[in-house]
Nanobody, 119 residues
C-alpha cells in the first residue's frame, strides 16, 4: 500500500490549508487513518485520526476546534482541513494508515508534506 500526501506550503498565520492523502495498491481494510506532524528535534505527534468503524475523529488538544479530519470523496482518501493556522503548527505533516491485509495488521506512512505558517 502506498500513501500519497498532497497540499501544504507557506501560509500566513490565520490562514487555512487542506492536506489530502490517498492510499493505493494492495486491497486492504482500513482500520484507522489520519495525520501526524513532526518538527526537527521533536517526536512525531498525532494531530488527527479517524476510526474507520464509526468515523470517530480524534484530535490532539492543540488543534481541537481548528482542524478537521474527514474522508475524501474518492475511496481510500482522507483530508485534514487546517484553519486558523498558527506559527506553532509549522511542521512536516505525515498521513498514516493502520490496515488489515489477509488478517494481518500493517501500518503505512505517507512521504510527508511541509506546512510553514509565518507570523
Amino acid at each position: 500500500v502506498q500513501l500519497q500526501a498532497s497540499g501544504g506550503g507557506l501560509v500566513q498565520a490565520g490562514a487555512s490549508v487542506r492536506l489530502s492523502c490517498a492510499a493505493s495498491g494492495t486491497k486492504f481494510t482500513p482500520i484507522r487513518m489520519g495525520w501526524y506532524r513532526q518538527v526537527p528535534g521533536k517526536r512525531r505527534e498525532m494531530v488527527a485520526d479517524l476510526i474507520n468503524s464509526d468515523d470517530m475523529p480524534i484530535y490532539a488538544d492543540s488543534v481541537k476546534g481548528r482542524f478537521t479530519i474527514a474522508r475524501g470523496s474518492a475511496e481510500n482518501t482522507w483530508y485534514l482541513q487546517m484553519d486558523i493556522l498558527r506559527p506553532e503548527d509549522t511542521a512536516v505533516y505525515y498521513c498514516h494508515l493502520d490496515s488489515r491485509i489477509s488478517g494481518k495488521a500493517y501500518h503505512y506512512w505517507g512521504q510527508g508534506t511541509l506546512v510553514t505558517v509565518s507570523s
